[in-house]
């Protein structure tokens, strides 16, 4: 992992075409700008990881317990 | 939606579930459907249609998601929830905040998470008498 201190105001450039921007920096918030072209998939990887975990737990194979658990 | 004979691909998986991208989609009843995974038997969904039961259901897919799915027309696209099974269905949930969605022109999909809060990961399915009041 590459670690990078940046002051309020200052960018990241990613590749050709995605800019990090910080924003604004409170206590224990940071408030960031990304630029990034729109076929790029930007996420809150929590939320992402709660889809995961939920994916996981609806995991179902057994048709008689489908069954059973519809009726 | 009728039956889909056809195989589906995922080709980033379900999340979590990356390795498996084959799936079959057959209908349990008039609301669910089993999306099953080729590559194992222990890999299966049940899933619906939110069209059915949800009277305002809105996504936005991405131009991302369109260009990877080669979605032309909104026609093209079939949309389904995963589905958690409790052991009823007052104590099963279903994802609203990540859909499948389904090119049916050629069958390939992927699992997107839309980012608005009034879309929950485990909304419940079942609150009145009928499945079809409860949305």
Do not use: C, H, W
């Amino acid at each position: 992992m590459l670690i990078i201190s940046r002051k309020k105001g200052e960018s990241i450039l990613i590749g050709d075409d995605i800019e990090i921007s910080i924003m604004k920096i409170d206590d224990n918030t940071v408030k960031i700008g990304i630029n990034a072209p729109q076929q790029v998939t930007i996420l809150r990887k929590e939320i992402y990881e709660k889809v995961k975990e939920e994916n996981k737990k609806a995991l179902q194979n057994n048709i008689y317990t489908v069954n059973k658990s519809i009726k | 939606m009728n039956e889909i004979n056809n195989i589906l691909n995922f080709e980033s998986g379900i999340l979590g579930f990356e390795k498996y991208t084959k799936y079959t989609l057959k209908s349990i009843n008039d609301y669910f459907y089993m999306l099953s995974s080729l590559e194992s038997d222990d890999i299966g969904f049940v899933v619906l249609d939110p069209f059915k039961i949800i009277n305002e259901y809105q996504i936005e897919i991405s131009s991302g998601s369109k260009e990877r799915l080669n979605i032309n027309s909104p026609e093209d696209i079939l949309v389904l929830n995963i589905v958690t099974l409790g052991e009823n269905l007052e104590s099963s949930t279903v994802n609203l905040k990540a859909p499948l969605i389904i090119n049916i022109k050629n069958m390939n999909g992927e699992q997107i998470i839309i980012d608005k809060n009034e879309y929950e990961i485990k909304q419940k399915l079942f609150r009145g008498d009928n499945i079809a009041d409860n949305f």
